[in-house]
């Protein structure tokens, strides 16, 4: 309780110091293949994103693990992945409900989201589209690591989010088919229907495993607490309004009882419909933006990812085992027409007329090997080492005129990583590594906009050396409770597209630009966890420094980047209780806070504000069982109102109520889910306090009924 304490907690504290002398829940969730829902329930579930494929348990860190289960709930009561983050994740950001996710952040910072080990952030030219580049219909489980890390490499500020894919079930055929619809339970209408459907096929015989995996999804306007249609966002992109298609395949060959090989390709496409246009909403009065039927200029935005890997395993290489995989991901996202200041250029058509559209393209391959040894000095010790690759290769340009947005650049980067667990002694075990980062980046020649005055930046390359370490101590003084504490350093590198496209000063390169120096992100963390009879818990606190970190400002409708020391530090703490054998409640709440150097004095003078941070947060849950093959499950959350440097980005809070409920049939499962289950009118905490803006004054959603139907044979 001493570090609790000492945290300037608001009044909310109360709630906070119940929860920690509670002791609380869980990063040990369910085992990975239990489909049962009975999350919770302590097992060894391995951390493959660890790479040295640590139990969850035993982490000097703090680690979720989302299950099959648990994202089957959430996708019922909402198909956009960051409210599943967020929902499950009190630290992870609230979600905008839209295409981009800009400002969604996992404790303060950008995390890495993964897709079975491939990277599918783009920090070089981030986007704020990275959670969306798979239907989560697609997954098996989640894992995350909260808290900088460099252990994946490049972009883990704030965290790791590896999403791992379904794999095949026993048997040589299995089949699955789901479908649902989803009302707004204010007005109905073709208009308002969201419909999606997803089909899968797989099976083991003999050596092969096979999986193939197909959903499509088509979602009508969004309604408000008040049946007002949602406003939306033609610039950044929307998830109303929209249509989506994933397909996954799998294929994998069991060389023997030790080796495998698998080859696995995801296509995920999202496109607006383009049937809306956004009328602008008034923060004085409270009255949201709107959505009125209209055909926006311009075409319609996108997201277009493909993400394949090949990958090898061998659990007995000489008494060692060895991991292998080599990946690529291509991606394209495409930004809605504007004609904001940004894109102006009297020299093709006059000031405030010229519409143009921003698109992103990003071409990643890469490699990671590891290879560990777990019987070292006598069992006490396991090593892993490993070497990775990346080769990241990209541009941002305007897509109606052609013109160079953001230059073309090539990053590289090798990597090489010695990790190491030591048994001190049967209770406590010493966690440590180094990680080494050798990088250069390469950006051509360019004129930037005439917004920026057409000024000529000359090319260059740039090279990065970078050694970043860990350490982390676990005790288990007694079987029930677990002590951990780590530290832990994170690689980054600043968004160059947003360094690069505001330069107006002439004489300009590359070389001498110390904002796009790399991010080096200092984790601390400690905390326990609990676990006694029907009682489970985890409580922590942490903090993380970057003495030339990077901080997202709205400039002229773009947004922009500032290089400032920040700090951004919190707690973290949950409980859960198995009330009887089918009955679980769980509770948990986050405090963060973030702060900045606004004046480069090197004190931290001003708070980071909703496009950095996540709101305090506080998580209620219920699930059961019941007889009869029923099961219910009931969510609440509290977003804790609080205000900012800026008295405009004041934020008022907000309750929300889900509701599931499914029935075994004879032949499938039929399910109901009501989202925001009292109607709760509110504004979105991305529009109260990430930025003013009128047209992007978004209410959140209101009460919908979604009916599924999920049959497998």
Known sequence: MTLLNRLPLPRHRLCLALLSALATPTAFAQSANDDSGQEGQMQAVVVSASRSNIAADKSPQTVVIISKAEIARQMAISGNSSDVLSNVLPSYTPSRGKMNGSGETLRGRAPLILVDGVPQSNPMRPTGREAHTIDFSMVERIEVIQGANAINGLGATGGTINIITRRPEKGSLNQSIDVQATAPTAKTGSDVMNYKTSYRLDGRTGQIEYLLAASYEDQGLYLDGKGRSIGTDNTQGDLMDSRTYDVLAKLGYVIDDEQRIQASVNRYKIKSKASY????????????????????????????????????????????????????????????????????????????????????????????????????????????VGFDTLFDKGKQDLYGTGRTYVPESEYRNLSLFLQGEYKLFDQLTLHAGVRKEKADLQIDSYRTLAQYKNVLVTGGKLDFNETLVNAGLVYTPVQAVTLFGSYSEGFGMPDIGRVLRSINTAGQSIASMRNLEPILTKSVEVGARVHQGDWDGEASYFRSDSDFGTRVVPVNGAFMMAREKTRIEGVEASVGLRITAAQRAKLAYSYTKGRYDSDENGSLDARLDGLNVAPNRLIATWSSDWRGGIKTFVQAQHAFSQTFDDPAKEFSGYTLVDATASYRLPKGELRLAVSNLFDRDYITYYSQSALVEPKRYFAGRGRTLSLGYNLRF
Do not use: C
Not at 279 to 288: K, S, W, Y
Not at 305 to 320: D, E, I, K, Q, R
Not at 351 to 358: A, E, I, P
């Open 277 to 384: 246009l956004a009328v602008a909403g008034n923060r004085a009065t409270g009255l949201p933006s709107v959505s009125v039927k209209g055909q926006p200029p311009g075409i319609a935005p996108w997201n277009d990812v493909w993400t394949s890997s090949l990958s090898y395993s061998h659990a007995n290489l000489a008494g060692m085992e060895l991991s292998a995989m080599v990946f690529n991901q291509e991606f394209e996202g495409l930004f809605g027409a504007d004609n904001s200041a940004t894109f102006q250029d009297a020299r093709i058509a006059p000031v405030g007329t010229l519409y143009d559209q921003s698109r992103s393209v990003a071409s990643k391959y890469g490699s990671k090997v590891g290879l560990s040894r777990d019987d070292l000095l006598d069992g006490r010790l396991k090593l892993t």
